[in-house]
């Protein structure tokens, strides 16, 4: 009995460690996929840039005189009206230089008449003998640069005038605040902006174009309603008219600024939009369903079907855009082949698959027995 033991022992042993080891991988399930036969047909693409409602002409006011701002008569979103008051500078020493000025102009008067009065004197001396012509002309000339100072105190005076008057500053035109660069308290140089004014009138939607488009968005002027714009918050579009596109890219950001013209759109300063910008719809495009697409490996693939084995293969593709919610493929592809379109996200490459068959619909039940009548 126990040889027979013995012997039995190395044999149980080998059993379970047979029984231990690695066992064959079942075989993948063949799973139903829905497929779709690649056709060639047209695309339309079309891109889409955040943009802004900004007016045609926006005004940067300033005094041309410096000063210390005194009061500022308009605020933020305030409408104005042409000749309105916006704000004031202390004009205490553009008055003095104006009076200043009227003094020299007096004085100047005062040397011309004096003049005047000498040479017609000298005049009578001269028909009597007692002067030279030599001294009447000294004296003409004295006269003639009398006048000659008194024209010049007169213009001096003027400009003294438009000084003062130049601490006041007025809007140009009707339109809206859209900005307030300086508060009172500042000393204020000539030409330094205080108040921003978006004048009444046309508007425009601005909008910023990469390099590598601007190419495209000047030959949208010769297509008609190829540029739209969809304001914030709609879902409908309307045409733009391209006015003016920038000779050359923000330092900054490379890009291009486009303006168009809003034409009667009811839309507000600052307001959000978006540019569309159709593009031509080119032939011969393949296009799936965004299911259909998937990465792997860093790629952008498809899984093919092969008919003859009914297995799937991955097939890496070059993607051109978006259409809706299908995918442009800009290559890899060609008309006639299978491609799976749903269920992509479960399968390997090799498994066998088949075709999803939807299930028959069932029959309509039957109509409803009319009541027995009593």
Not at 77 to 90: C, E, W, Y
Not at 334 to 362: C, F, I, S
Request: glycine share 8%.
């Amino acid at each position: 009995m126990p040889q027979l033991l013995r012997l039995a022992s190395p044999l149980l042993l080998a059993a379970l460690l047979s029984a231990c080891g690695k066992q064959p991988a079942a075989p993948e399930p063949e799973r139903a996929v829905r497929t779709q036969l690649v056709t060639a047909g047209t695309a339309s693409a079309s891109h889409e840039y955040a943009a802004e409602v900004k007016p045609r002409i926006e005004s940067r006011l300033s005094f041309r005189v410096g000063g210390k701002l005194l009061s500022r008569a308009v605020n933020l979103g305030d409408a104005v009206k042409a000749g309105q008051l916006l704000a004031r500078i202390d004009g205490q020493d553009l008055r003095l230089a104006e009076a200043a000025a009227s003094a020299a102009v007096a004085a100047a008067r005062t040397n011309r008449d004096q003049a005047g009065q000498d040479y017609k004197r000298f005049v009578d001396l001269q028909r009597q003998g007692f002067i030279s012509t030599a001294e009447l002309e000294r004296r003409d000339s004295a006269f003639k640069a009398a006048q000659a100072q008194l024209e010049q105190a007169k213009a001096q005076a003027d400009v003294q005038g438009n000084q003062a008057g130049y601490a006041q500053l007025l809007a140009d035109g009707a339109g809206v605040v859209t900005g307030i660069d300086a508060e009172p308290g500042q000393v204020l140089a000539a030409g330094t902006p205080v108040v921003r004014v978006a004048l009444d009138g046309p508007r425009d939607i601005v909008f910023a174009v990469p390099e590598d488009q601007i190419a495209r968005v000047r030959a949208a002027a010769g297509r008609p309603a190829a540029l739209k714009v969809r304001l914030w918050g709609s879902d409908k579009t309307a045409p733009l008219t391209l006015r003016e596109v920038a000779a050359a890219a923000d330092p900054a950001t490379r890009t291009f600024l486009i303006k168009a013209d809003a034409g009667r759109l009811d839309v507000r300063l600052g307001q959000s939009a978006t540019a569309v910008l159709d593009l031509p719809q080119v032939a011969g495009i393949i296009k799936l369903p965004l299911a259909a697409v998937m990465q792997q490996a860093g790629k952008t693939s498809v899984w093919v079907l092969d008919g003859a084995s009914m297995t799937v293969r991955p097939v890496a593709v070059q993607v051109g855009g978006a259409e809706g919610n299908e995918v442009v493929i800009a290559g890899g592809l060609n008309p006639g082949q299978e491609v799976v379109v749903a269920g992509a996200h479960v399968l390997n490459p090799g498994q066998k698959v088949k075709r999803y068959v939807p299930p028959r619909t069932t029959a309509a039940a039957a109509p409803a027995a009319p009541a027995a009548s009593r």
